[in-house]
């Protein structure tokens, strides 16, 4: 009997409250999800929480509401009051007011699409949203739920074994580990203190290094003083000499570069101690994430100034906890500067989400380990598989060597692979068993069409697509995050859709 049978639209992704990946089966499905069509959208209850608002984050801001008979509003729960102010300035909408109900606070506002729409962006870009469990907790207190859901949780210091887990990963000091409520909260609040240290010096220009994950694209071309000038777009990890044009052209402006390690969705890993040697000559900043392959598979902190994580990727295998991670290189030249503002600025995290990561975090090393031994031999069967057209991972022959050079072993591959078909996207996508829905870095092996998932507006407008060709970008891509399951099961299922 086979460990993988297909899980019905909506099912969350493991099948528990805070699940944060949902199951999308058919392509259908997935175009459904994206153009909101109410058919699939009465099917699905929740969601990736930064893209979907959570059932309870849905309660209780309905609660909060009639609590404070404001009816004709919206209200968005947010992980602090200064995180609420932040968006009710983004919002400036003169009606919007910050509020506090019985320990939860947000922001309600007229309830209008747009005025929604535009708050939805701005948390989804900056990780400032409520968790799901500290909505489930105000729902508890106020009396609609009798008690919160039982799930394994660390008792003791949860926050303390969560960053000495992650100072070995990082092989840094437990004191130059920061959590964030959110891997995205760890990407903005890092840029955002990046650039305040920048600015003083002169510095505005912020460099994009190759095709990153949709919301740190957004943060740099919105979030830029000047996105017009100060925002540049290098599409070629590889390219050195275009890097080195670009700071003897404009080197005395430059602020910083951001780059993922290997990138997602093509894992193409840049030579990023040629990089921060740039960068440190230059006096410019070097943030890099390795959320793809995470740090317990690379070592990336000494060649950058700061290392951001999202810790719902590997750390909390599980796949049922939101939260993130900066690191700061000691040696970087404002380490001080970004040891004292990341603190203040990052948004907190809740006690129920960190002792929950607390219980997972220890068995990383493990899964990763497992995860590790897996992939190798899936990418060995898609490569030989004559339906296959190109598969890519961090061994692909483009970076193989750079990634290596940062390999904790050379076994430390990561889970995700990335692979396009001879044949069309929907027939095998919809054959496929196994589980559906974005997310990686768990236990349970999943897929997804990420391009439609991630830039369906760009996938769906000639234009677009003109974008992501000019990126060596297809629409086609599958990316495929390899769990635990047996290994002989994921090749069965690629196998059997394959067929």
Wanted: glycine fraction near 6%; aromatic fraction near 8%.
């Amino acid at each position: 009997m086979s460990v993988f049978s297909p899980l019905p639209l909506g099912q969350r992704i493991p099948p528990s409250l805070h699940g944060v990946s949902v199951s999308l089966p058919t392509m259908d499905a997935v175009i459904g999800y994206e153009t909101k069509r109410a058919d699939i959208v009465a099917q699905m209850p929740s969601g990736y929480p930064r893209f979907v608002k959570h059932p309870f984050l849905k309660q209780a801001a309905a609660h909060v509401l009639r609590a404070r008979h404001l009816e004709g509003r919206a209200f968005w729960p947010t992980s602090s009051e200064r995180a609420a102010d932040a968006l009710r300035g983004w919002l400036n909408v003169p009606e919007a007011e910050t509020l506090s109900e019985q320990g939860l606070t947000g922001v309600a506002f007229p309830d209008k699409p747009e005025t929604f729409a535009r708050a939805k962006t701005f948390l989804q870009h900056t990780g400032m949203l409520a968790s799901s469990r500290e909505a489930e907790d105000y729902l508890v207190r106020v009396g609609v739920l009798s008690a919160p859901a039982e799930e394994p949780s660390f008792e003791g210091y949860a926050a303390s074994r969560v960053k000495g887990a992650l100072a070995r990963a990082f092989r840094a000091a437990p004191d130059d580990v920061f959590l964030a409520n959110s891997g995205m909260n760890a990407v903005y609040t890092a840029f955002r203190v990046a650039d305040s240290v920048q600015r003083k010096r002169g510095r505005h220009v912020w460099i994009q290094l190759g095709w990153l994950y949709l919301d740190t694209i957004a943060l740099l071309q919105k979030f830029t003083q000047d996105p017009a000038s100060d925002y540049i777009y290098l599409s070629d990890v590889f390219d050195l000499a275009a890097l080195r044009t670009l700071f003897r052209r404009r080197g005395s402006e430059i602020a910083g570069i951001i780059t993922e390690v290997p990138t997602n969705p093509m894992l193409q890993t840049a030579d990023i101690e040629t990089i921060h040697y740039l960068c440190r000559a230059n006096g410019s900043v070097f943030i890099v994430d390795p959320s793809v392959a995470s740090p317990f598979n690379l070592d990336v902190l000494k060649h950058c100034d700061l290392a951001v994580d999202s810790l719902t990727k590997y750390a909390a295998n599980e796949g049922d906890v939101i939260m993130g991670t900066v690191a700061v290189n000691p040696n970087s030249p404002y380490a001080d500067e970004f040891r004292n503002q990341l603190p203040s600025q990052l948004e907190p995290v809740y006690s129920r989400d960190v002792a929950r990561l607390a219980t997972e975090i220890g068995n990383a090393e493990g899964v990763v380990a497992q995860i590790n031994l897996s992939t190798p031999k899936v990418v060995e069967y898609l490569q030989g598989h004559p339906a296959v057209r190109e598969v890519y991972w961090s061994h692909h022959a483009s970076s193989r060597d750079n990634y290596l050079k940062l390999s904790r072993t050379p076994d430390s591959v990561g889970c995700m692979v990335s692979f396009t078909l001879r044949g069309p996207l929907a027939p095998f996508y919809d054959r496929l068993r196994l589980p559906k829905g974005p997310s990686f870095g768990m236990k349970t092996t999943l897929i997804c069409p990420f391009i439609y998932l991630a830039h369906y507006d760009l996938v769906s407008s000639p234009e677009g697509r003109r974008v992501l060709d000019a990126s060596g970008l297809t629409p086609e891509l599958l990316r495929l995050s390899i769990g635990c399951e047996p290994v002989e099961e994921i090749i069965g299922a690629l196998a059997e859709a394959l067929s």
